[in-house]
């Protein structure tokens, strides 16, 4: 999977909690992203980093904020999750002009 | 809005078939178009991908068909196979900042025997 592991794989968190994904990645990318993944949805970009602590917001960024203060570690940040936060997160690495390598996955369910 | 619009959603072909899923996109800043496969409780894999300067590219039993004019392009897998059995991604990558990929719905494809 390219150097890239998330963490945690699975959770599951009460509607109201702050909750903490993590990407490291060892492939020294530049660039970095989240996206979630829902059925007939695809997947969509929630929040990118194109270097350390430079990111900016995606198509459904409400409701996340991220943090990037290495360059191998890019953290999504739900602060009060909500059902329909429920999802399969992807991160994913970047260089330019080069395909985008995904992780795993974290499979989150908000109860 | 949905700048990549992808189908079919679903889709059963025999082995040795041809399956085809087709794309079409918005923005003309697309730069570069690559096709995940996706198996399940993994994450996307790049398949293939094509740049718009290219009318086909083909690897294996997969072949990209890119009509820049029309803004589509599909995906055709040759005498597929029940390992092809996946979910199948197009997507298309903003020459903007960092790269990022704008994605299809997904197809799930089966292959039967």
């Known amino acids: 999977d390219a150097g890239i592991t998330q963490s945690p794989r699975h959770k599951v968190t009460e509607t109201g909690t702050p909750v903490t994904l993590r990407c490291h990645q060892t492939?020294?990318?530049?660039?970095m992203y989240w996206y979630r993944q829902d059925p007939g949805h695809g997947l969509r970009l929630i929040h990118y980093s194109y270097g350390v602590k430079d990111t900016d917001k995606g198509e459904v960024s409400d409701g996340y904020s991220v943090s990037r203060s290495k360059t191998e570690d890019f953290l999504l940040t739900l602060e009060s999750a909500t059902s329909s936060q429920t999802s399969v997160y992807f991160c994913?690495?970047?260089?330019?002009?080069?395909?985008?390598?995904f992780g795993q996955g974290t499979r989150l369910t908000v109860v | 809005q949905q700048q990549v619009k992808q189908s079919p959603q679903s889709l059963i072909v025999q082995k040795g078939g041809i399956s085809i899923i087709n794309c079409a996109y918005e923005?003309?800043?697309?730069?570069?178009f690559p096709w995940y496969q996706q198996f399940p409780g993994k994450g996307p894999a790049l398949l293939i991908a094509?740049?718009?300067?290219?009318s086909e590219k083909k690897e294996g039993r997969f072949t990209i068909s890119f009509n820049k004019s029309a803004k589509q392009f599909s995906l055709h897998i040759m005498d597929s196979q029940p390992g092809d059995s996946a979910t199948y991604f197009c997507a298309a990558r903003d020459t903007g900042t960092a790269s990022k990929l704008t994605f299809g719905t997904g197809t799930r494809l089966q292959v039967t025997l």
């Open positions: 492939e020294n990318h530049r660039y």
């Open positions: 994913a690495i970047g260089r330019p002009n080069t395909e985008a390598f």
């Open positions: 094509i740049r718009p300067d290219v």
């Open positions: 923005n003309t800043a697309f730069d570069y």
